[in-house]
């Protein structure tokens, strides 16, 4: 069974920073895209961030320069760096793949016109900017 296991969210002022991890277990996961999805208060599901199984990263315009996102094949692992942050990054932060998933129906998630069907996502964890 794939799961995606996300901690290391909390409240943190403007300006500050936080690690966000992603333990991925159930299936090869060094092969496949990791993502981090936020969703904002009242808003949609977007990409934040995401690696390939090459470690070539992307990230939506927003957090370019401020989020660093990496991986450890060895531990199954994916982080994402958080650094001078923003109220605007307030919201649930999920990890995701779009490793198949047989006949189970994706959710599409979009940035920056990039659009990606998510066939895995983990019970996310909350971010809080404020003061």
């Known amino acids: 069974e794939v799961q995606l296991v996300e901690s290391g969210g909390g409240l943190v002022q403007p300006g500050g920073s936080l690690r966000l991890s992603c333990a991925a277990s159930?299936?090869?996961?060094?092969?496949?895209?990791i993502f981090w999805v936020r969703q904002a208060p009242e808003k949609g599901l977007e990409w934040v961030s995401f690696?390939?199984?090459?470690?070539?990263?992307s990230y939506t315009r927003s957090v370019k320069g401020r989020f660093t996102i990496s991986r450890d094949n060895a531990k199954n692992t994916v982080w994402l760096q958080m650094n001078s942050l923003k109220s605007v990054d307030t919201g649930v932060y999920y990890c995701?793949?779009?490793?198949?998933?047989?006949?189970?129906?994706?959710?599409?998630?979009?940035?920056?016109?990039?659009?990606?069907?998510?066939?895995?996502r983990g019970q996310g964890t909350q971010v809080t900017v404020s003061s």
């Open positions: 995701a793949t779009d490793a198949p998933a047989g006949g189970k129906v994706g959710t599409r998630v979009c940035s920056d016109g990039r659009c990606f069907t998510l066939n895995y």
């Open positions: 159930g299936f090869t996961s060094s092969s496949y895209r």
């Open positions: 690696i390939n199984s090459l470690g070539t990263t």
